[in-house]
């Protein structure tokens, strides 16, 4: 029994002795009137504490109802038996009395409770409602829950995902085992002892998830409503994973497309070459030798292309796959820097190429084949990117901090919401990507590349008058690798 | 004497290469650019007879080559493509290209659609009508113009030429095949996108209303019939 009943009780028996002693010794009056007098504190009690108040109340009012007023006064005995039947009545009518305004008072509470648990369940519907349908709604979910219904801990178990989320200043341990068995069996689990509760939330039937609360008991149906506002919350959230699911799946779709058209552009521009040269070979045998031997000429040298074309594309996807093998080597990069621009010979005849090497730059070990690869990606978007005739600086130079190869075009700048995936594999230039010809992945494979021989590429600055990356290089000779 | 001149517009410069040799072969005079506004400069200058364009080029591209060289010239347009959709060839006709060739190509095949698009009039003119009244449009074939009112609307000589074709075929239905055949030539006859663009191109210059035409109709599953209103 707790302190606030013991001291209630107390009053009760305060109260019922203060009337005696009014009625009797105060101001002496009838037997009747002291009788109404402990009926009406009775009614009071009742209204206000409850049944358990009233009844003792009542059963101590009858002792001294009997005790002080019936004669012979003094003594529990009662002599004349219509005052038996008199106290027997005002017994009945405390006791009955009592638990009518006990009930009403009870109902009263019930009600209130109930306006309560309302409130709170629509407090809660509007939180789900308004939670973005994200992967940590549920979190918000638990965390919600645990506010608005004033529990001391909330875990959240959902079966699709295996995941449990806490919200609450208390754990529930051991709680887990009970939170599966409840989401796949569907078992309500309630310990009044400990005041939790784990409940199934279902959906279509099917339990997809459950709940655990503890620090309260909340009715049957504010549990059924909260785990029903949890269903729909869930539902949302699984919706809306499968909307983006669908929605990356289209997008590496179009991804796959681009791809696919860049690579058919690529081959069959030589292809194109040797068809129309052979072709025109063929037709007429008539021809001059000296236009035969350039038709051969430009079939030899795109065959030539078409091959390098094919290993680079093998190389790229070993790259994008993470196959990377350096086998390094002692590199002299203005030869290596020659090399790529050559390559790059019939994309570069119409341009200004103004490049600057600086003679101090040390030998580094270094594989060329990719290094080269890296270099020439870098000038060939340069390329790609800036007017058919504007000009190209590539610098080489050597700086404390290693060696830096800056490569600049001459191109409308990459505009903002570019500028940070000019790195991302498969991306195109927002305006770009439906004119130009590109996998996207030349500049995705250059930083790996790059990345690998411990340097680095970044964009450095863009702008209308053009762009500039930055390739840094650390100084690695071939003694100190070993 | 020249089978015509010939300008060239790829940016790969190996490909400008080949059809210079191959065309030169044929007795074709041909130059070539290096980029839309290459050709368009190019066009400025020079007097041609066909132009062969890549659709794919960096700066304005192919497409937008055409429409700005229709703005101004009624020259043959054939069209290089890499992709062979229909949404592709459909966007190259619609740009005002009178053919297109899908890469990789074979030098006769590609000699023969120069040919076509150089035929500036397949038809002899014998038996064919020199004007055609439809309603309050009258279309004069031999200067290539559509009068409405005041107004005058240039037509390209394959629009001319399809258009003539069906007023001498009026009130009949006309085979695809047979369009294309005459129109284009003999190597044509499965293209029947072609004539759904220059239909629909014929249809914005002659009908009063081109999403319900009165006159220029299309016989489904056969081809196309020219309904002449009769003269009262």
């Given at each position: 029994m707790n302190i606030k009943s013991t001291v209630r009780l107390a009053a009760v028996l305060g109260t019922i002795g203060a009337i005696t002693l009014l009625c009797f010794h105060l101001v002496p009056v009838n037997a009747t009137t002291a009788g109404f007098a402990y009926l009406i504190a009775i009614l009071l009690i009742a209204t206000a504490w409850g049944l358990l108040e009233a009844m003792v109340a009542s059963v101590t009012a009858v002792l001294c109802f009997n005790y002080f007023f019936f004669p012979p006064i003094g003594t529990f005995t009662i002599a004349e038996p219509r005052n038996w039947v008199a106290l027997c009545a005002f017994l009945a009518t405390s006791i009955v009395a009592s638990q009518l305004s006990a009930r009403a008072k009870r109902q009263a509470q019930e009600a209130m409770e109930r306006r309560e648990e309302t409130e709170r369940l629509y407090a809660l519907s509007r939180a789900i409602l308004l939670t973005e349908a994200g992967r940590m709604a549920p979190k918000e979910y638990a965390k919600e829950i645990a506010q608005i219904f004033d529990l001391s801990s909330v875990a959240l178990y959902e079966r699709y995902s295996a995941a449990t989320y806490r919200a609450g200043p208390n754990d529930l341990p051991g709680v887990e085992e009970k939170l599966r068995e409840a989401a796949t069996l569907g078992t309500l689990f309630r310990d009044e002892l400990s005041e939790i509760t784990v409940t199934p939330i279902h959906l279509g039937g099917q339990p997809i998830a459950s709940l655990a609360i503890s620090g309260r008991l909340l009715s049957d149906s504010a549990l059924q409503a909260i785990s029903n506002l949890v269903a729909i919350g869930l539902e949302k959230v699984r919706g809306q994973e499968a909307a983006s699911q669908a929605e990356a799946a289209r997008r590496s779709e179009e991804l796959k497309s681009t791809l696919l058209d860049a690579i058919a552009h690529e081959f069959k521009t030589p292809l194109t070459s040797i068809k129309a040269a052979a072709s025109a070979l063929l037709l007429n045998a008539e021809n001059s030798t000296e236009q035969q031997r350039e038709l051969a000429t430009i079939v030899n040298e795109e065959a030539d292309r078409m091959a390098w074309l094919v290993t680079e594309a093998i190389q790229m996807a070993r790259i994008e796959a993470g196959e990377i093998q350096l086998n390094r080597r002692s590199c002299a990069l203005p030869k290596l820097l020659s090399k790529a621009l050559e390559r790059l010979r019939l994309l570069t005849e119409d341009r200004a190429l103004d490049v600057q090497i600086d003679p101090n730059v040390p030998m580094i070990a270094a594989d060329t084949g990719l290094l080269e690869l890296a270099i020439r990606q870098v000038i060939d978007n340069a390329l790609k990117y800036s007017p058919p005739t504007s000009a190209i600086h590539v610098r080489l130079s050597a700086g404390e901090n290693g060696i830096i190869i800056s490569i600049r075009d001459e191109g409308p700048g990459i505009p903002e919401v570019d500028q940070a995936h000019v790195?991302?594999?498969f991306y195109r230039g927002s305006n770009t990507r439906s004119k130009l010809a590109g996998t996207g992945m030349g500049l995705a494979v250059a930083r790996h590349i790059l990345r690998s021989h411990g340097g680095d590429i970044q964009l450095a600055t863009t702008s209308e008058k053009g762009s500039e990356f930055v390739i840094s290089l650390p100084v690695v000779s071939e003694a100190k690798r070993r | 004497m020249s089978a015509g001149s010939i300008l060239v517009v790829d940016d790969d410069p190996q490909i400008r290469r080949v059809m210079r040799v191959a065309l030169v072969a044929s007795g074709y005079i041909v130059n070539d650019a290096k980029s839309g506004e290459g050709a368009l400069e190019a066009l400025r200058n020079n007097k041609y007879d066909l132009v062969l364009l890549?659709?794919?080029?960096?700066?304005?591209?192919g497409l937008e080559t055409c429409r700005l060289i229709r703005t101004t010239s009624e020259i043959p347009i054939i069209m290089l493509t890499v992709r062979s959709s229909e949404n592709d060839k459909v966007e190259a006709l619609d740009a005002g290209a009178d053919d297109y060739i899908t890469k990789p190509f074979g030098t006769p095949e590609l000699l023969a659609r120069i040919r076509a698009a150089l035929r500036?009039?397949?038809?002899?003119?014998?038996?064919?009508?020199e004007s055609l009244a439809l309603g309050e449009i009258e279309v004069c074939f031999n200067i290539r113009r559509v009068r409405k009112g005041t107004l005058e609307i240039p037509l390209t000589p394959k629009e001319t030429d399809l258009l003539r074709f069906l007023a001498a075929n009026c009130n009949a239905p006309v085979p695809h095949a047979r369009l294309l055949q005459t129109i284009w030539g003999p190597d044509y006859g499965d293209e029947v996108e072609y004539l759904r663009v220059f239909v629909n191109h014929l249809r914005k210059k002659i009908e009063p209303n081109p999403s319900s035409p009165q006159y220029l109709l299309t016989v489904p599953r056969v081809g196309y019939q020219l309904q002449v209103p009769s003269k009262r």
């Open positions: 790195f991302d594999k | 890549d659709i794919n080029m960096p700066g304005i591209g500036r009039s397949p038809l002899s003119t014998d038996g064919l009508p």
